[in-house]
């Protein structure tokens, strides 16, 4: 994915997204290949044993592509183009949800508990959602508002939440 980004960043001049027909080739193909990934992201889950339905497989890549759309109507918010804008929520969800995501949910527990099987699975499945709902305002500052001070809140919620999610100590019977 790196290896793209660095391949199709130079297609794009700094100073804007021009369309033409280069442009709107180039940014089909990037949609296509983005809804790809995710609909292969959401098989492998589904493979796992994970509960998806078919309507996840299509609503998860037309969620990306509405909230994408945007882009191209050229708004601005704190001085950062729509463009901008939008790569600082790319970069705020993919250093929010992914991190949080191994670290809460995949990373096994002291009793080697990992994944989301189980009643233990959902107990963290949820302090996962509290973790990066609580902590996404504060990403949302350091990352799009440029006030990176709020970052630091922001990452110690989701380290603190993994302790939510350490297996229950049982009392031993003297």
């Known amino acids: 994915m790196i290896v793209l980004t660095l391949l199709y960043a130079v297609l794009f001049p700094v100073d804007g997204f021009t369309m033409g027909f280069a442009g709107t080739l180039t940014l089909g193909l990037l949609i296509a290949h983005f809804g790809s990934q995710a609909i292969y992201t959401c098989a492998l889950q589904w493979k796992e044993g ?3 339905s078919g309507r996840v497989l299509f609503v998860v890549p ?12 050229g708004w601005t918010l704190a001085g950062s ?5 939008m790569y600082y929520c790319f970069m705020a969800f993919y250093g929010l949800v992914f991190p949080a ?3 809460i949910c995949m990373i096994p527990t002291a009793d080697g508990h990992s994944g989301l099987r189980g ?6 499945l949820r302090v996962w959602c509290a973790a990066v709902g609580v902590a996404a305002p504060c990403f949302g500052m350091g990352l799009i508002a440029m006030e ?6 922001g990452l110690g919620l989701v380290l603190l939440a993994r ?3 350490r297996p229950r100590q049982t009392r031993r019977a003297a």
């Open 50 to 52: 994970l509960p998806l």
């Open 62 to 73: 037309l969620l990306g592509l509405c909230i994408g759309l945007p882009v191209f109507h």
């Open 81 to 85: 183009s729509s463009y901008e804008v």
């Open 101 to 103: 995501y191994v670290w």
């Open 119 to 124: 009643g233990r699975g959902r107990l963290k």
């Open 148 to 153: 990176e001070f709020f970052l630091v809140p």
């Open 163 to 165: 302790l939510a999610v």
